[in-house]
Nanobody
Framework: QVQLVESGGGSVQAGGSLRLSCAAS????????MGWFRQAPGKDREFVAC????????AYADSVKGRFTISRDNAKNTGYLQMNTLKPEDTAVYYC??????????????WGQGTQVTVSS
């Protein structure tokens, strides 16, 4: 059972940046696509970005394209989400997950506990 722990969330003003990290408990991290999802209060969980096992492929939600960058370091069993030019609408709990290359949450088997990101205007 792979365990995931997110970190790096916090409060920032609009236009600022944050870097989220997702640390996995074991080497199995490298066997899976890593995805980031987010959930704002009163809204459904939504896809943010994903990166393939070897980092050869990435995908982004249109709402974050050009502002967020997903990456991973399999040697460290860790993934990242660099978030730039943050907007108030980016405010949400951000979750990392491991699974199959997809923007659908049902395709992901392992989830972290989430980290809060708050962007003020």
């Amino acid at each position: 059972q792979v365990q995931l722990v997110e970190s790096g969330g916090g409060s920032v003003q609009a236009g600022g940046s944050l870097r989220l990290s997702c640390a996995a408990s074991e080497r199995a991290f490298s066997y899976y696509t890593m995805g980031w999802f987010r959930q704002a209060p009163g809204k459904d969980r939504e896809f943010v970005a994903c990166i393939s096992r070897s980092a050869g492929g990435t995908a982004y939600a249109d709402s974050v394209k050009g502002r967020f960058t997903i990456s991973r370091d399999n040697a460290k069993n860790t993934g990242y989400l660099q978030m730039n030019t943050l907007k108030p609408e980016d405010t949400a709990v951000y979750y990392c997950a491991l699974g199959s290359y997809s923007d659908q949450s049902e395709r992901y088997n392992y989830w972290g506990q989430g980290t809060q990101v708050t962007v003020s205007s």
